[in-house]
T-cell receptor, first 112, second 115 residues
Framework: GENVGLHLPTLSVQEGDNSIINCAYS??????FIWYKQESGKGPQFIID?????DKRQGQRVTVLLNKTVKHLSLQIAATQPGDSAVYFC???????????FGKGNQVVVIP | KAGVTQTPRYLIKTRGQQVTLSCSPI?????VSWYQQTPGQGLQFLFE???????NKGNFPGRFSGRQFSNSRSEMNVSTLELGDSALYLC??????????????FGPGTRLLVL
């Protein structure tokens, strides 16, 4: 796949445990952040987003935390399932701009 | 509702040739963005089209171009292909109803191999 050969940080997690994926973003002017999941052979799939006026947002089994002070974003996945095995990307942009800047990605491997 | 579709899914070309990739956005979406994904550089923004106009452009050479049609479908073209153009080309669409950013939804991509 597109991420083969790339040495991504890898998180190995036991099925049923919680996962935490971290991302440091680069632009202090960014005010909109998104997490995407990419499975092998597929395009990135939207998971959850957050605007800079929030520091936490919850979805189904996922929570995104934003710390603007240190320009840090995290994605928490509760009760990780085998289907959660993928590469996870954080992306950032700012008001009036559809240009997404992506992080390098984090590989999550779920151990059954 | 159908997702973003891209054609073709796979393509093999040789150096010096040119290629055209197609993207059909989600129905009702008016903004289409293109990204290049490679193992070395990750996901990089190419350009965005809205209402048949290029609204934003990334840092790629002029060999990379695009256009958008009145039905919001978009094409991107790469001329004089180089080996380094081998990549997964992703298209993303968003509603672009105005105001704050909206979620971009990605297609499956076109995998281009340049020999």
């Amino acid at each position: 796949g597109e991420n083969v050969g790339l040495h991504l940080p890898t998180l190995s997690v036991q099925e049923g445990d919680n996962s935490i994926i971290n991302c440091a973003y680069s632009n202090s002017a960014s005010d909109y952040f998104i997490w995407y999941k990419q499975e092998s052979g597929k395009g990135p799939q939207f998971i959850i987003d957050i605007r800079s006026n929030m520091d936490k947002r919850q979805g189904q089994r996922v929570t995104v935390l934003l710390n603007k002070t240190v320009k840090h974003l995290s994605l928490q996945i509760a009760a990780t399932q085998p289907g959660d095995s993928a590469v996870y990307f954080c992306a950032e942009t700012f008001y009036g701009n559809n240009r997404l800047a992506f992080g390098k990605g984090n590989q999550v491997v779920v151990i059954p | 509702k159908a997702g973003v579709t891209q054609t073709p899914r796979y393509l093999i070309k040789t150096r010096g040739q040119q290629v055209t990739l197609s993207c059909s956005p989600i129905s009702g979406h008016r903004s289409v963005s293109w990204y290049q994904q490679t193992p070395g550089q990750g996901l990089q923004f190419l350009f965005e089209y809205f209402s048949e106009t290029q609204r934003n452009k990334g840092n790629f050479p002029g060999r990379f171009s695009g256009r958008q049609f009145s039905n919001s479908r978009s094409e991107m073209n790469v001329s004089t292909l180089e080996l380094g153009d081998s990549a997964l080309y992703l298209c993303a669409s968003s509603l672009a109803a105005g105001g704050y950013q909206e979620t971009q939804y990605f297609g499956p991509g076109t995998r281009l191999l340049v020999l």
